[in-house]
T-cell receptor, first 113, second 114 residues
C-alpha cells in the first residue's frame, strides 16, 4: 500500500529565508508525486507534480521539488519565502494506474517578518 | 467563473438530521471526488466517480451516499448525522481517472454537527 510521511507538523521561517519541506513516500515502483497548498479557509491547489523525466520539478509561486528515488523523498523547496506563503502544505502520492491519491498529514508553514 | 464550487460553504445541524452537500465543476472533467478533512487536517478520500460511475468507495458508513446526476455534478447526502461527521468536506475533479492527472479542489463545506 502506498503511504506518504511529512515529518514536520509545523515549520516557522523568516520572510526572505529559504524553505525546505520534507516528504517521504513508501511504494515499490516510481510513484506519481504531488505537492498541494491549502491557504486558510480554502481548498487545495496544486503546486507541482512529478511522474517521470527530470527529477527536479518546477512549480508555481517559485516552488520546486526534487524526486530522490534512493531516499524515497520528494522535498519541496523555495529559495526565498514570502509572507503570503504561510499555509498548509500537503505532499501526496499516487502509485496505481488510476486516481487514488494518498495525502500526507500536512506541514503548516508560518512566516515571520 | 469558479472551477469547482460547493454549496453550502457552512452547515451547522443537529445530530440525527439528514443533509446534502452539492458540488459542481465547469472544467469539463470526467472524474469527481469527495474528501473528508478532519480537525487535524488529515485528508482522506471517500468516493470518486468517473463518467458518473462510482469507482472508489472507501470505508465510509452507509449513511453517506454520493450521487452523480451528470459528469459536472457530484452531490453527497448524509443521513442520521453524528458528532463524528463534523469536518470539512472537499469536492474535487480531474480531467480523467489517470494517476498523473491534477485534482482541482472546491473551497470546502464546513460541517458542524451539534
Amino acid at each position: 500500500a502506498q503511504s506518504v510521511t511529512q515529518p514536520d507538523i509545523h515549520i516557522t521561517v523568516s520572510e526572505g529565508a529559504s524553505l525546505e519541506l520534507r516528504c517521504n513516500y513508501s511504494y515499490g515502483a516510481t510513484p506519481y508525486l504531488f505537492w498541494y497548498v491549502q491557504s486558510p479557509g480554502q481548498g487545495l491547489q496544486l503546486l507541482l507534480k512529478y511522474f517521470s523525466g527530470d527529477t527536479l520539478v518546477q512549480g508555481i509561486k517559485g516552488f520546486e521539488a526534487e524526486f530522490k528515488r534512493s531516499q524515497s523523498s520528494f522535498n519541496l523547496r523555495k529559495p526565498s519565502v514570502h509572507w503570503s506563503d504561510a499555509a498548509e502544505y500537503f505532499c501526496a502520492v499516487n502509485s496505481g494506474g488510476y486516481q487514488k491519491v494518498t495525502f500526507g498529514t500536512g506541514t503548516k508553514l508560518q512566516v515571520i517578518p | 467563473d469558479t472551477a469547482v464550487s460547493q454549496t453550502p460553504k457552512y452547515l451547522v445541524t443537529q445530530m440525527g438530521n439528514d443533509k446534502s452537500i452539492k458540488c459542481e465543476q465547469n472544467l469539463g472533467h470526467d472524474t469527481m471526488y469527495w474528501y473528508k478533512q478532519d480537525s487535524k487536517k488529515f485528508l482522506k478520500i471517500m468516493f470518486s466517480y468517473n463518467n458518473k460511475e462510482l469507482i472508489i468507495n472507501e470505508t465510509v458508513p452507509n449513511r453517506f451516499s454520493p450521487k452523480s446526476p451528470d459528469k459536472a455534478h457530484l452531490n453527497l447526502h448524509i443521513n442520521s448525522l453524528e458528532l463524528g461527521d463534523s469536518a470539512v468536506y472537499f469536492c474535487a475533479s480531474s480531467q480523467d481517472n489517470r494517476a498523473l492527472e491534477t485534482q482541482y479542489f472546491g473551497p470546502g463545506t464546513r460541517l458542524l454537527v451539534l
